[in-house]
């Protein structure tokens, strides 16, 4: 008997994040098993990446937090030379829509790339 292989597909989107939840775009999630953040170089005055999460596209957005009650935020280590790729948190797990939002005006690296394991 064969053994049944579960075999995931990715996704890779152009992503560009905003200073604020209501600038920043909208990442459907509803199928997304996990994924990650390929930023460019970055001002090293960019420490943290804030997830909003929803049930849908189109509901109320909503700050993302850990089962512990601290924020479930993206620390960065960012580099003015070379490109980073951060892990998304796996709290994102389960909700419908995502939107990620650098607090600091991020420069060239609000620009990047979301990788998404379906």
Do not use: H
């Amino acid at each position: 008997m064969a053994e049944v292989k579960i075999r995931r597909k990715y996704k890779s989107l152009p992503y560009t994040m905003g200073t604020s939840q209501s600038g920043s775009s909208i990442i459907r999630w509803d199928d997304a098993a996990g994924g990650s953040l390929l930023m460019g170089t970055a001002a090293t005055s960019v420490l943290t990446i804030q997830l909003w999460a929803s049930d849908t596209p189109e509901g109320n957005f909503g700050r993302l937090f850990k089962v512990d009650g601290s924020a479930a935020d993206i620390t960065l280590s960012a580099s003015t030379t070379e490109s980073r790729v951060y892990a998304l948190p796996d709290e994102a797990y389960g909700v419908g829509a995502i939107k990620l939002v650098s607090p600091v005006a991020a420069g060239t690296a609000a620009s990047c790339v979301i990788m998404i394991k379906t």
